[in-house]
C-alpha cells in the first residue's frame, strides 16, 4: 500500500512533529510507500531514519511549481499559470459540487501532486487544524483544495487527529463545498470535544467520526528518563502565538503581559527561556514578537531564546528539562504535556481547553478573554507550588493517551490494508 500525506506544513515545528509521529507509525505496521504533500518540497521534512531517504515530497496540489529551467517558454507558462491560480479554487468547487470531478479536475492540479495522487492507495490528511475559517477567510486554502482533489480522484481519504472549527462563511457555497467534503471523507478522526459539537452543527454525523488524541502525545514513548520538575534546572519555558490578528491596543497588551510574566519568573528565582514555533524566515516567524518582549523585561539577563531550529526530538528534550513551561501555540502546550512538563496554556480556541481538560488541568488554562499580567502571575505561582505532582499527573496521562493514539492510527491504517499488519521495533 502507498500512502500520500497531504497538507505538512514545512515551517511550523508543531507539523514537523505530527509528520514524524505520522511516518514513525506508518514504518511501525509495515507501510514502506510514502509521498509527502508539503508547503515547502525544498525543505526537507522531518522524517525518521526508515524515510529519510526514501519518501517522496511533492508540492500542495494547489501550488504553481517555479520553473527549474529559466527559458522563456517555461517562465509564460509559470506566469500565466500563477496569474490563473485564483481562478481554479471556485472551478475545483463547482466540479465537486456538482460531482463532476474526475478528469477535469486533473487539469488544475500540480502535476508532481497529481502524480503521486494517482499512485496512492490511501490518502492521509496530516493531524492538525486544517477545517476552519480561523486564519483562512471562507476556509479558502491549499489544505480544503487538496482534500477536493483527492476525493475527486476516487481515493479514500483519511482527516487524522483534526480540529473542526470554527466554520464562519461569507459565500454559501464555500460552505457547500466544505460539508460536501467532509461528507464524503471515509474517516474523520477527531482530537477535541469541540470538534464533535461542529461536526454534528455540519450535520456531519455517523460511524466515520472517531475520537482519537493528539498526534504528538504519541511520542510520549521516545521521552527517555523522566526528571521530576524540582530537579530541573530552574527555567521556565514560554511560546508565544504571533499569528493572531490583534489590533495595536491588543497588541501592546499581550507584549505587556508576557514581558511581566518574565518578570513575575524572575522574581521568583527562575531564568525564562523563549521557544520559537515557526521556522526561521516562515512568514509567522514569531521571533519577532519575541525580541519585542524581551525588549519590554526588566532584567534582560533574566530571559534567552532557543534560536536553533530544534528537530523535533531535541525540542522535546529540551522542554523536558524546563521546570515548567507556558505556552501558546497549541503544539507548545502538547509537546510540554508528551514530556511530563507542568503546563500553563493559553487558549486561542476550545481545542486547547479540551486537551487540558481531558489532562484535569482546567485550572491551568487561560482563554485570550481572560490573558492578563494577574492572571499569568496567578496561575505560575499555584503551578509552581504544586509542580512534582503536576509532572507525575502530567506523565502518567500521557503515556495512556500515547498508547491510545498510537493504537488508534494502526488500527486505522489495518482497516486500509485490509490485513493483520505486523507491528516492527521503533523506527
Not at 61 to 69: K, N, R
Not at 359 to 386: M, V, W
Request: aromatic share 8%.
Amino acid at each position: 500500500m502507498k500512502v500520500l500525506v497531504l497538507n505538512h506544513y514545512a515551517h511550523n515545528k508543531g507539523d514537523r512533529a505530527v509528520l514524524y509521529f505520522l511516518t514513525r507509525e506508518l514504518a511501525r505496521c509495515g507501510i514502506d510507500r510514502v509521498a509527502v504533500s508539503t508547503s515547502d518540497p525544498h525543505r526537507r521534512a522531518e522524517l525518521p531514519p526508515f524515510f529519510a531517504r526514501t519518501a517522496q515530497l511533492v508540492p500542495w496540489g494547489w501550488t504553481v511549481t517555479p520553473p527549474l529551467e529559466e527559458t522563456l517558454l517555461r517562465r509564460g507558462t509559470y506566469y500565466l499559470k500563477s496569474r490563473f491560480r485564483p481562478y481554479t479554487y471556485p472551478i475545483v468547487r463547482g466540479l465537486m459540487v456538482n460531482s463532476l470531478g474526475g478528469s477535469i479536475g486533473r487539469m488544475f492540479c500540480n502535476p508532481d501532486f497529481r502524480q503521486a495522487l494517482e499512485a496512492s492507495d490511501l490518502v492521509l490528511s496530516t493531524g492538525g487544524h486544517h477545517v476552519t475559517t480561523l486564519l483562512a477567510r471562507d476556509a479558502i486554502s491549499g489544505q480544503i483544495y487538496d482534500m477536493a482533489l483527492a476525493l475527486m480522484a476516487g481515493k479514500p481519504l483519511v482527516l487524522w487527529s483534526q480540529s473542526i472549527g470554527p466554520l464562519c462563511f461569507v459565500n454559501p457555497r464555500n460552505e457547500v463545498f466544505v460539508r460536501r467534503i467532509l461528507s464524503e471523507t471515509s474517516e474523520i478522526f477527531v482530537r477535541d470535544e469541540h470538534s464533535l459539537v461542529e461536526l454534528e452543527r455540519l450535520g456531519i454525523q455517523g460511524p466515520t467520526i472517531r475520537q482519537t488524541c493528539e498526534s504528538v502525545i504519541g511520542l510520549s514513548d521516545v521521552t527517555g528518563g523522566y526528571l521530576r520538575p524540582s530537579c530541573r534546572a530552574a527555567r521556565v519555558g514560554i511560546a508565544v502565538y504571533s499569528t493572531k490578528n490583534r489590533s495595536e491596543k491588543e497588541h501592546a497588551r499581550y507584549v505587556q503581559a508576557m514581558s511581566d510574566l518574565v518578570d513575575h519568573v524572575a522574581d521568583r528565582g527562575c531564568k525564562s527561556r523563549f521557544f520559537a514555533m515557526e521556522t526561521r524566515g516562515a512568514s509567522s516567524d514569531d521571533r519577532p514578537l519575541i525580541r519585542e518582549i524581551m525588549s519590554r523585561v526588566r532584567c534582560r539577563e533574566s530571559c534567552d531564546v532557543e534560536d536553533r531550529d530544534l528537530d523535533t526530538m531535541t525540542h522535546l528534550s529540551e522542554v523536558a528539562r524546563c521546570r515548567l513551561f507556558v505556552g501558546h501555540k497549541t503544539h507548545s502546550v502538547i509537546f510540554a504535556l508528551a514530556v511530563g512538563t507542568p503546563v500553563i496554556a493559553l487558549a486561542y480556541h476550545q481545542k486547547t481547553e479540551d486537551f487540558m481538560n481531558r489532562y484535569g488541568l482546567k485550572r491551568f488554562c487561560i482563554p485570550d478573554a481572560n490573558l492578563s499580567a494577574e492572571s499569568l502571575a496567578t496561575a505560575f505561582d499555584e503551578a509552581q507550588s504544586d509542580v512534582n505532582d503536576l509532572g507525575d499527573q502530567i506523565l502518567e496521562e500521557s503515556r495512556r493517551l500515547g498508547g491510545q493514539v498510537r493504537a488508534d492510527f494502526h488500527d486505522m491504517v489495518r482497516r486500509w490494508e485490509g490485513a493483520t499488519l505486523p507491528v516492527r521495533a521503533a523506527v
